[in-house]
């Protein structure tokens, strides 16, 4: 029997799931000498994961199965790669000691593109990412002991924009546009409600779109903006921040600027 608590790396709960990372932790330290047999290995998985689901835990089993993090005696190592992957390396020990520089020869490991795959990214996408992800790191020039996670990382953020409406590059902004979610969570914290923040959005966007500017997002643009408007609510004084180059309250009122005159002083008849 294990010990009452199981640990598990974080990493690999978030991309394999917790009940996967759990598994991989009972074989690490139950594979000591190589020698476990499958059978007497999943039977083991069982009796210590009670608390798991039996479907979960032979879906998990497989999984590791499948992208090589667990093996077994039986086991044979597959010589065939599919056609839609790199030509890759096998996996090797990383050791604390062992940070390299990349090279421009440098290629992901199988288990990587396992994760990708899984993650439900294109192969062909990760291929066309991996020279740019080689010439950054190349010209940086760092010794890193994970490669491999830096790429998935990186791989994941490109997918990530590649699926924006924008794909990731600058835009202007637009009348349908609409501030994410997480906006009004973020406001929130400043005690200002959505309602509140919904009364700028019109504003808002007619002054950015008569603007032009391109941006990637405007999210934290328009945080800012409600956060300054209330600011100027709040301002005893009632003064307009003259250094702001977004529209903002005028210091009077309607029928007080109506009946100024002090515009025409300047003019002599």
């Known amino acids: 029997m294990l010990d009452e608590k199981i640990s598990f790396e974080k990493e690999v709960a978030e991309t394999l799931g917790i009940e996967s990372a759990i598994i991989l932790e009972i074989y690490k330290l139950k594979n000591i000498d190589n020698s476990l047999l499958e059978e007497d290995f999943y039977?083991?998985?069982?009796?210590?994961?009670?608390?798991?689901?039996?479907?979960?835990?032979?879906?998990?089993?497989?999984?590791?199965?499948?992208?090589?993090?667990?093996?077994?005696?039986?086991?044979?190592?597959?010589e065939n790669l599919s056609a839609n992957s790199f030509e890759l390396r096998t996996p090797k020990q990383n050791f604390k000691d062992s940070k390299t520089r990349l090279s421009h020869s440098w290629l992901p490991e199988k288990e990587t593109i396992d994760v990708l795959e899984m993650?439900?990214?294109?192969?062909?996408?990760?291929?066309?990412?991996?020279?740019?992800?080689?010439?950054?790191?190349?010209?940086?020039?760092?010794?890193?002991?994970?490669?491999?996670?830096?790429?998935?990382?990186?791989?994941?953020?490109?997918?990530?924009?590649e699926h924006t409406a924008n794909k990731g590059l600058p835009y202007c902004m637009n009348k349908t546009w609409l501030p994410n979610e997480d906006v009004y969570s973020v406001l929130s914290l400043s005690q200002i409600t959505k309602e509140t923040a919904l009364k700028y959005l019109k504003e808002f966007i007619i002054y950015w779109e008569d603007n032009g500017t391109a941006l990637k997002s405007w999210n934290s643009k328009f945080i800012e903006y409600v956060k300054r408007k209330e600011l100027e609510l709040i301002n005893k004084d009632g003064k307009k921040n003259n250094g702001n180059n977004e529209p903002g309250k005028f210091s009077k009122g309607f029928t007080e600027r109506k009946d100024d005159q002090s515009w025409a002083k300047e003019f002599k008849f």
């Open 43 to 78: 039977n083991h998985v069982l009796a210590e994961c009670s608390f798991i689901d039996l479907k979960v835990i032979k879906r998990s089993f497989e999984k590791l199965k499948r992208i090589n993090l667990i093996k077994f005696k039986s086991d044979k190592k597959e």
């Open 119 to 161: 993650g439900g990214i294109s192969i062909d996408f990760a291929k066309t990412k991996l020279k740019e992800f080689k010439i950054y790191w190349v010209e940086r020039n760092q010794p890193r002991d994970n490669w491999n996670i830096l790429f998935i990382d990186y791989i994941r953020r490109e997918w990530a924009k």
